[in-house]
């Protein structure tokens, strides 16, 4: 077996092709696992080598388990030659979302090479809770603040000024401290949504038939950027310049800029928010309840599936 030096040597002059693997939409634990540097010591044997290679895949599943593409898609996956890193790549394909998840999953992925895949996307993860919590906050006290201001005591609603003038300057700067944390990444998702063609034109006429069918036709695959997300994206940035023209104006104040113009910029003002709650909302639904609604259906048939399987076993035995 070569040196564990010499193969870290060799992984750290590829560097080039793990970035490029980790921009790929494409599932990366099969090349991942050939850069590694072997299994742990805890999970082989002494003559490990004449038992499995570090190269070959177990077929343990756990790359198929752990990715939401083949829990959305095909649901718990029990057919052995299924579960490995080959039917990933084939099933998974261009729908991979870059999450990375098969390879913190994989036995034969070494820790460094995990620790670089969960980093890489670390400047995204950041804006992007940066982004949630601010949007957030800003949607919550702007709600109360519209609604609200003349039934809730003072005290109150001051502090909810406080916290949405503290949070418009947060959103505001998301798009700076994207840039600052990794620009390479916000150059890539900026060519992403701007870039249209005739497969996006087709995959919103598709969407647009399955939901006229109401089940008969299937959608389309989502995939890194798929249509859907650019549009959400795109209404993101729109948002934003919105939001920053209104809400400096808001700062301003009518006894610069009149009071007409206040209740017009008002107005624009509490409408795009209105929408973009609205759009939150369904974002949220997306991404967080019907996953879990999803795992828990799976949890159900998997259950199901067990059962059976202990009733003929039972049958079987006599």
């Known amino acids: 077996m070569p040196d564990r030096d010499v193969l870290r040597r060799q992984r750290e002059a590829l560097g080039t092709a793990m970035i490029d693997i980790l921009d790929t939409v494409h599932p990366p634990v099969a090349r991942f696992r050939l850069m590694s540097l072997g299994m742990s010591p805890a999970l082989r ?12 895949c177990l077929s343990c599943g756990n790359c198929v388990d752990a990715c939401p593409v083949m829990a959305r898609q095909f649901g718990p996956i029990l057919i052995p ?14 729908q991979c979302l870059r999450c990375f998840a098969c390879i913190r999953a ?4 070494d820790r460094g090479l995990k620790e670089f895949a969960l980093a890489y996307r670390r400047g995204e993860k950041v804006t992007h809770a940066l982004l949630a919590s601010a949007f957030l906050t800003l949607s919550l006290s702007g709600i109360a603040l519209f609604h609200f201001r003349e039934a809730w005591p003072e005290a109150v609603i001051h502090v909810l000024g406080v916290l949405h003038r503290i949070a418009a300057p947060a959103l505001a700067l998301t798009p700076l401290v994207y840039l600052w944390l990794d620009r390479l990444h916000l150059g890539r998702r900026l060519r992403q949504i701007v870039s249209w063609g005739r497969a996006d034109v087709e995959w919103l ?14 959608f389309p695959t989502f995939g890194e950027a798929h249509p859907g997300r650019k549009a959400w994206q795109l209404s993101l940035c729109a948002a934003f310049l919105v939001f920053a023209a209104t809400g400096s104006a808001l700062w301003i104040g009518e006894g610069t800029l009149g009071k007409s113009l206040i209740q017009r910029v008002t107005w624009v ?12 909302a369904i974002h949220l639904v997306r991404v967080l ?10 949890m159900l048939a998997l259950h199901g599936h067990e059962a059976d399987l202990l009733v003929e076993r039972a049958q079987y035995l006599g």
């Open 289 to 298: 309840v019907r996953p879990a609604l999803q795992r828990l259906r799976r």
């Open 269 to 280: 003002h509490s409408r795009t928010a209105m929408v973009m709650d609205v759009w939150v």
């Open 205 to 218: 006429r598709q969407w647009w038939r399955a939901i006229r069918s109401r089940g008969r036709i299937g």
């Open 81 to 94: 030659n299924m579960r490995t890193s080959m039917a990933l790549e084939h099933l998974v394909a261009d």
């Open 106 to 109: 994989c036995p034969q992925t």
């Open 45 to 56: 044997t002494e003559s490990f080598q004449d038992v499995v290679g570090d190269k070959g």
